[in-house]
Each structure stands twice: as structure tokens, then as C-alpha cells.
């Protein structure tokens, strides 16, 4: 088995059998990541001893006591990895194409300004298109298939550890890249297959935390004359909820606001308003610039 100089990072609580699979997964790519990396969160024996029982003992094991959720179990595997770039997964999420980490490889070599590439996520009963030769300049990226620049992510503080982190973690930091002038690439040519139907969406704590967690991005990001957006859009959030009848969660949601605030009020650095308008139109409009398609290659080396 070949290893290129990329480490993969997955965050896991309490889903061993995922995990396990996964693992199995990203192995056996070729090349495979020289170093990956898993985060127990929350004090997670279980896990833990799933992994010591299996085959996958080159995986090296970071632990925490506390729940700090997959934003701070990423900031901890990524602030360990001896590789620039970082392969990101979660631990029901794994490559589709077997020759993953050398696309990754060459994508971040062609593209220097890219401090996030993010790959297209596929997800149970799902119909996986073929891969093809595309790359696109987006403002967004999703954890569970996406590859780091380590020395971009650590100008950033790293990820607010928040146990359920919807709405917050990625956008969050796509912002603050973007604030600093780092882009963010999305390819076809990277595939993910995101092992899940996604049922755990209508969770009310998940409910909950897509409201307070708008309410945490406003404060901790948007300078002061934008708080009114911010809560413009927790409210859009939950005609949203409404409407789509995921009312459990909604009063939890609103009420947990002051007490995120309270906790988290000291990583408070907010982007120019110049940066947030800018974010938010590119968002809502998109980016109508191509990458530079002509240096890719016909096929992966």
C-alpha cells in the first residue's frame, strides 16, 4: 500500500461501526493518507476500544473528557497533523474514488490561493453522477468532504467547540477565510459519499441549535449595525422550521441564545462589514468565476 503526504482527520462520539467503516474506506485508497487522525469526543470508551480491536492500528487516537463537539475535535486533529494539507471527514463519511488523496494533492498544488477545497457530497439512495474534470470558486464548504490548508486554517482561531454545531461550524469559518482573502474551491472531481439519509435533521436538539447558533455567528462575527440581520435570520430560520413542521426545538432554540452568548462572548472578532456584505451576496448570488480548468489533468497521476 502506497501513503501520499496528506493527514485525514475524523471526528467521532459513540458511532463505532460507522467509524470502523469508514477507516476501511479511506485505507484503502491508493495512495492513502500517510497519517490519519480520529477524535473521541466526550469521554467515549466505547469507541476507543473498538478501534484498539481493530485492524486500523496505525490511526493515531486524540481524546477529550468533555463533549467539544466536531468543530473542536477538528481544531485539535488539525492543529496535530505534520501534513499541510488535511483531508476532513466525518465518521460516516468516506471517499468514492479510490485515488481521492492524490486529486487532493494536485487541486491544492494547481489552486495556491485555496485554503478549503470541498468535494461533492453524496448522500444514501442518492444517484452518484460520474466525476468530471470541473472546478468552481465558492464561499462554502461542508466538513464531512472537504480538505484543509493547515497553515490557512491555523491564521483563524480554529473552530467554536459547540456539541451540536449545524449552522455554525463551516459557515463560520468560510466567513472568516473569506474576511482574510483565502478562497474556497469546490470540485466534481472529488467525490464523498456522506453515509446517511439524513432522518437526524428533524432531532429537536438539532432544531434548537440551527436558531441559537445563527444567533452565536451573528454575535461572535458581524459587526454591530449587522446584529439586525442576524436576527432577521434566525426568524427566517424558523418560519422555515415551521413550515416544514419541526416545531420541537423552537422554544429551546430561542431560549438558549443568551446563555451560547454568555459563554462564548470572549471569542467575539468580528469581519469587516465590508467582508460580511460581500460573503453574503456571493452566497446568495454565487461566484461567476471559473477555476482555472485548463490545469487539470486529463487523469489523476
Excluded at 480491536?53 to 488539525?78: E, M
Excluded at 464561499?139 to 473552530?159: D, E, I, M, P
Excluded at 463560520?172 to 482573502?181: A, E, N, V
Aim: hydrophobic letters at 40%; a neutral charge; one cysteine or more.
Amino acid at each position: 500500500m502506497s501513503t501520499c503526504n496528506v493527514t485525514a482527520i475524523i471526528p467521532t462520539y459513540n458511532r463505532p461501526h460507522a467509524l470502523l467503516t469508514a477507516l476501511e474506506k479511506i485505507i484503502a485508497c491508493e495512495p492513502a493518507p500517510e497519517e490519519i487522525i480520529v477524535h473521541i469526543d466526550g469521554d467515549d470508551k466505547i469507541t476507543e476500544s473498538a478501534i484498539y480491536s481493530s485492524p486500523f492500528q496505525q490511526v493515531k487516537i486524540l481524546r477529550s473528557q468533555t463533549q467539544v463537539g466536531p468543530g473542536g475535535g477538528r481544531n485539535r486533529a488539525l492543529t496535530a497533523a505534520k501534513h499541510e494539507i488535511v483531508a476532513s471527514f466525518d465518521d460516516d463519511s468516506f471517499p468514492i474514488d479510490s485515488d481521492y488523496f492524490a486529486r487532493l494533492i494536485h487541486l491544492f498544488d494547481t489552486f495556491p490561493e485555496a485554503a478549503v477545497i470541498g468535494a461533492t457530497i453524496y448522500h444514501q439512495n442518492e444517484p452518484i453522477q460520474p466525476d468530471q474534470l470541473e472546478a468552481a470558486w465558492t464561499v462554502n464548504f461542508v466538513g464531512c468532504g472537504c480538505a484543509y490548508r493547515k497553515s490557512a486554517f491555523l491564521q483563524t482561531t480554529g473552530y467554536v467547540p459547540l456539541a451540536v454545531a449545524y449552522d455554525m461550524e463551516e459557515v463560520d469559518l468560510s466567513l472568516r477565510l473569506h474576511d482574510m482573502g483565502w478562497r474556497i474551491l469546490h470540485g466534481a472531481w472529488l467525490r464523498v459519499l456522506h453515509n446517511t439519509a439524513l432522518e437526524h435533521h428533524q432531532n429537536p436538539k438539532i432544531t434548537a441549535a440551527s436558531i441559537t447558533n445563527r444567533a452565536l455567528l451573528a454575535y461572535l462575527r458581524y459587526p454591530t449595525g449587522f446584529w439586525w440581520f442576524g436576527a432577521v435570520q434566525c426568524l427566517n430560520r424558523i418560519v422555515w422550521l415551521m413550515r416544514h413542521q419541526r416545531f420541537a426545538g423552537i422554544v429551546a432554540g430561542l431560549f438558549n441564545i443568551p446563555k451560547i452568548i454568555y459563554q462564548h462572548r470572549y471569542q467575539r472578532q468580528a469581519v469587516s462589514a465590508q467582508s460580511l456584505e460581500s460573503y453574503l451576496y456571493l452566497r446568495r448570488h454565487g461566484i461567476n468565476e471559473l477555476s482555472n480548468l485548463d490545469l487539470l489533468p486529463t487523469r489523476c497521476p
